[in-house]
């Protein structure tokens, strides 16, 4: 079964770091890029960062770029998020996500999702 | 950035219901437009990539399509478990930007 299971997340002090994991199993974790989006408490998706397959490329949302940073370990099938100089409007579920591609093409979309891990980030 | 729009934000209909949900996108960005289902408490899950192709064990009910900037998802004949809300993506250009989403409430 294909699956992705995060960890990390907690109650941390504005200004404090994080660092959240996550763990893929069920597919060839270094042939596919992967992704963090997060949610706000009953709001919308929000995509947070992206790093290909071998780790080379990695894009970042400007609301995150400077203080997060992502990385992967392929031998250790593992996705890892550091989150630095923390805000109270970072506070979310954070989700993994692959990042499949149809054949052949561009066109890409993420599946499947982690089940998310909550930061919270207040006093 | 790309500005997803979506339409209504939110929407009541009763089971066997017909509905349908919009989703505009600032720029053109071909087919490049997902379409998610979250249930509350859960994760999102893809129900259609590519503007229109179903996923693999998404009921033949859901349905997408649209191409540049105007998309659409229909739920043909609404069951129970349809009740969520659905969010489109696009996935042309990071970063990637997703509607503000749909809540589909039982009448």
């Known amino acids: 079964e294909v699956q992705l299971v995060e960890s990390g997340g907690g109650l941390v002090q504005p200004g404090g770091s994080l660092r959240l994991a996550c763990v893929a199993s069920g597919f060839t974790f270094r042939g596919f890029e992967m992704n963090w989006v997060r949610q706000a408490p009953g709001k919308g998706l929000e995509w947070v960062s992206s790093i290909t397959s071998d780790g080379s490329l990695i894009y970042y949302a400007d609301s995150v770029k400077g203080r997060f940073t992502l990385s992967r370990d392929n031998a250790k099938n593992s996705l890892f998020l550091q989150m630095n100089s923390l805000r109270a409007e970072d506070t979310a579920v954070y989700y993994c996500?692959?990042?499949?591609?149809?054949?052949?093409?561009?066109?890409?979309?993420?599946?499947?999702w982690g089940q998310g891990t909550l930061v919270t980030v207040s006093s | 950035d790309i500005q997803m729009t979506q339409s209504p934000s939110s929407l009541s209909a009763s089971v066997g219901d017909r509905v349908t949900i919009t989703c505009r996108a600032s720029?053109?960005?071909?087919?490049?437009l997902n379409w998610y289902q979250q249930r509350p408490g859960k994760a999102p899950k893809l129900l259609i990539s590519?503007?229109?192709s179903l996923q693999s064990g998404v009921p033949s009910r859901f349905s997408g399509s649209g191409s540049g900037t105007d998309f659409t998802l229909t739920i043909s004949g609404l069951q129970p478990e349809d009740f969520a809300t659905y969010f489109c993506?696009?996935?042309?250009?990071?970063?990637?930007?997703f509607g503000q989403g749909t809540k589909l409430e039982i009448k």
């Open positions: 996500a692959r990042k499949n591609y149809a054949s052949g093409t561009l066109y890409n979309w993420f599946d499947p």
């Open positions: 993506q696009q996935s042309y250009t990071t970063p990637y930007t």
């Open positions: 720029q053109i960005i071909s087919s490049f």
């Open positions: 590519v503007a229109s």
